[in-house]
């Protein structure tokens, strides 16, 4: 960024650039980007963790001496001036607070990072660290490696996608050593309300299936960020052995279950996921009945 730009967008709260970028966009454009749009509101959240936050950077085509730093402590004010910077790009320090160390460990940030941002379409690396040798060994010098997937499979046409990859991700989502039973891909779009859904029926009727308490089995992303799992609001008490993921623009990223519950969306959405929840249901007494019988779900909705 050029020294007027960062004044523009980090120089004022919940501004962002991103999201004015997609406001200009329209028809198939908007559809196909992959920005998230919400910078203004994260990048704020960094003093949560962090005294100080430092940001380094300088936009393709300038010169070297034309960088600029961005400093703040977040109470209000910051602090900006030129540099010289090699590259260009940008870098974003947090110095991060005391008792707040545990967000430095190797473990816990791959952690957060595979959770929250597993399916952004954007390759996330850190530094790998070495297992052995001395910081004189050139074979101890860390490497960059790749943390998430980049890769929301539910995002993917079904043209693309085969049997296995369905059954793989039904294991990684649902945590479930057996295949499905079947799922059902659909994508919505159109009017205010656009959507992805992909569901599941697993093979068998959970152990705890008649235990009122079961945890929920949805995951919700808002354009391919994580924001919660175990959501109820989807699916009535009587579906909560469906497996799956949703992912749609019509809520905002820093939904939480007390706005979700009151958001205008969520009749629209819960209403999608039942029908397509009951039809998968329906389709599967009807085709394989014998299969249907055996994983014990008969038995809830019959």
Request: glycine share 6%; with cysteine; proline share 5%.
């Amino acid at each position: 960024m050029s020294r007027e730009e960062v004044i523009e967008n980090l120089g004022t709260i919940a501004k962002s650039g991103t999201r004015e970028f997609l406001t200009r966009l329209t028809g198939d454009q908007k559809k196909d980007t992959h920005l998230i749009g919400q910078f203004g509101v994260g990048f704020y959240s960094a003093f949560v963790v962090a005294d100080k936050v430092t940001v380094r950077t300088r936009r393709a085509g300038l010169a070297a001496d034309l960088g600029v730093c961005w400093e703040s402590a977040g109470t209000g004010d910051y602090t900006i001036y030129n540099l010289t910077k090699a590259e260009r790009g940008t870098e974003i320090t947090l110095h991060v607070k005391e008792g707040e160390e545990d967000f430095l460990n190797d473990w816990r940030l791959r952690s957060i990072i595979t959770k929250y941002s597993d399916h952004i379409n954007l390759p996330i690396c850190m530094r790998e660290i070495p297992e052995s040798g001395t910081p004189e060994d050139p074979a101890a010098i860390p490497g960059w490696a790749q943390v998430n997937r980049a890769t929301a499979l539910w995002t993917l046409p079904k043209s693309e996608l085969k049997d296995e990859e369905y059954k793989d991700f039904y294991k990684h989502v649902a945590h479930d050593f057996e295949e499905p039973l079947t799922w059902v891909h659909n994508r919505v779009e159109g009017g205010h309300l656009d959507y992805l859904s992909l569901i599941y029926l697993p093979s068998h009727a959970p152990a705890d299936l008649w235990q009122r308490e079961r945890p929920y089995g949805l995951k919700l992303y808002v354009q391919r960020v994580f924001i919660m799992d175990q959501v109820e609001q989807f699916l009535p008490l009587y579906l909560r052995f469906i497996r799956g993921v949703i992912d749609t623009n019509a809520l905002p990223l820093n939904v939480s279950r007390e706005i979700l519950q009151d958001h205008p969306a969520l009749g629209k959405l819960r209403a999608a996921i039942i029908k397509r929840s009951l039809d998968m249901l329906e389709t599967l007494a009807k085709e394989e009945p014998e299969n249907m019988l055996n994983s014990g779900l008969s038995l809830v909705m019959f």
